[in-house]
């Protein structure tokens, strides 16, 4: 005998149920006098982000479950369609092959930019004005902030502000030139801090441990006359470690985060493999490594393109200096942090269960039960599989 169907009146994952479908216009239930109504009638289970069509709903509950679509994603501002990156979207809107009514739209009142579209061309222009950045204008920075009398303009925060603010965020940059025989082995020979307000709070050139092969002058600018008297990479290190843990111990920082500072900026991983330094990834923001800002194949795209896409300036164009990249990936990370998106409240059991196991939020249902669901129920459950940076906001926006 079948065993008698679990009640969904009092399983909490019930939540999900009670909610009445909006769009399910495509999504047929079985019909007791045409068991079979995919036979004589095109049956398309539509998901509700992306809008990909199946014939089987569990088909369209197995694409759900590997999509993780949320409304953290980006969407297109005309027909609301998920896409898995901005560049997505951009393709969807503007590539060779646009959805033409989309397109449409988007070609009178769309940012080229930040791709929203606006009610009308007056709106629009007032924004691009702001949304549009002018370059960085490089301050005077003496060639060498030593390190005892370097200026540290950050605030020493405790963890009640960054409770209250959000926690703090600074950008590094790092320059570096040749090593090896072949001098292709990149050692770190500059380093740019900057805090939230494109302030620098930490420059300094770098002695790297190791003889430098070349200089790499036309992209680094740096001279061998620079690093002479440059402080040791170990001694560098600790500097930025000192600014980054905020008076954090490693092990806190490494866990809760505490005072420690958000580190933003471009390729992290290679600027800390440099620095031959660690720092938790809880606190990383890499503009390279961010979902939505990466190739639809996850490629990253370079800082020089993201700048140009999303900010409207070029970068990089004669010798690379640090503060221009340090502020280029600090002003692209503080307009996705600036996205508004629904604020995210989870039934307690379900933010329990995702602390502790942080997978898929499919595995808490039956087949059974995730067949009943409708497209949109499907869509609420779904959680991103990346940690969106609005969520960094003090006040994440509701809309
Ligand atoms: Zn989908
Ligand atoms: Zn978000
Ligand atoms: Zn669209
Ligand atoms: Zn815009």
Redesign the pocket.
Known sequence: MEPAPKCLCRDPDSYYLQRSPMIISMDLQPNPIDPQPERSRIVRHK?S??Y?QYKKKEHLVE?MRV?Y?SFHQPKCDVCKKHCISFESVREHLKGPLPKESCAKTFSSLGCDLCLKVFDDTDVLSAHESSCRLDPAIIPEIPAMLSLETCDMEVSSSTVADANEQGPEVVALDCEMVGGGSDGTLDLCARVCLIGENENVIFHSYCKPLIPVTNYRYEITGITEENLINAPPLKQVRSRIEEILYNGETPWRARILGGRGRILVGHDLEHDLWCLDMYYPSHLIRDTAQYRPLMRTNLIPHSLKYLTKTYLGYEIQTGIHHPYEDCVAALRIYKKMRSLSHPNFSLPNHRKDFLDANSSNSFDFLTKRELMNLSPDALLEMSLPNYKCWCLDAKNPMNS
Do not use: E
């Open positions: 998901c982000a992306c990909k694409h999509s679509h």
